[in-house]
Each structure stands twice: as C-alpha cells, then as structure tokens.
C-alpha cells in the first residue's frame, strides 16, 4: 500500500481516524526516506554495497509499513497473543532495519567531504528518530492497546 499511494493520498490515510495506517507506517516510512538518502550518500561515497544495502532496507522498511498497518487492523479485529505479538514484532524489526540504515549512513559521512554530507546527516537523524519512535512503540504495544 504504501508504495502505491502518492504522498498526498499517504498523508491523508494516516491522517484519518482509523488505527491503520498510523505511527507504524510513518515510522517504517520516516526510516525508508533515512534509507534513500544512505544510498544516496554511500554512492557519492564510492561504496555501491552499502548503496544496495540501503536500497533493499527501503524496500523492506515499505514493506513493513503495510504489515505494521494490517497487523494493528488485526489486532484491533481481534486482541490476542497472536496479533500482539505482531504490533511488538513488526516495530521492533522497523527499528532493527532503521539502525542499520543509521550505520550506513555514518559509513558514508566519513568518507564525505562535499555538500552530501548533509544527506548523511539527515539520513543519520531520520533513522534515529525512527528508531526510537519504532522502538517507543513496541513498547506501549507490548505494554497493551
């Protein structure tokens, strides 16, 4: 879903009053543009495997974004261990992959000295907001919804 959305239709579905898609999906999605901007900065940095890293973290930070969203709908559907497990699961592995992305990021501000350094820096503070944010949430999720 989020993929296939244009920013305007994202922002107006997290902005609507349903569970789905909500803090989960921003978070996966904060953390995917933290990602597109590590790969663009390891690419000025000359390290294309870092680049790839960051480009398949995008793709999979997405992908969780749609899970985080379907897993809270079920949740909500039907509160169990099953489905909590899922809303502490899915932002704990958002969290995981937006560290990831925090490392590459600092990998390419070392090797940086143009104005792409800012890239990095931002990729660097998105992914550890994401994380946090990510993290903060699995948290109240386990806490109980």
């Known amino acids: ?14 902005g609507e009053r349903t569970p789905a898609p909500a803090s989960g999906a921003a978070t996966a999605l ?4 933290a990602a597109a901007l590590a790969e663009l900065s390891a690419r000025y940095a000359g390290n294309e495997g870092d680049a790839e890293r960051a480009n398949a973290l995008a793709a999979e930070l997405l992908r969780l974004g749609d899970a985080d969203a379907a897993a ?7 509160r169990n261990d099953e489905t909590r ?3 502490v699961r899915i932002p704990e592995e958002i969290a995981g ?10 990998r390419a501000a070392d090797e940086l000295t143009t104005s792409v350094a800012g890239d990095a820096r931002a990729a660097t503070e998105l992914g ?3 994380a946090g944010v990510a993290r903060g949430l699995a948290d109240l999720n386990r806490a109980g919804s």
């Open 1 to 14: 879903m989020l993929n296939q959305l244009r920013i305007d239709e994202l922002l107006a579905a997290i």
């Open 30 to 33: 904060t953390a995917a543009l």
């Open 72 to 78: 809270y709908a079920a949740f909500m559907a039907d």
């Open 85 to 87: 497990a899922e809303i």
């Open 97 to 106: 992959h937006a560290d990831e992305v925090v490392a590459l990021a600092r």
């Open 128 to 130: 550890s907001a994401a």
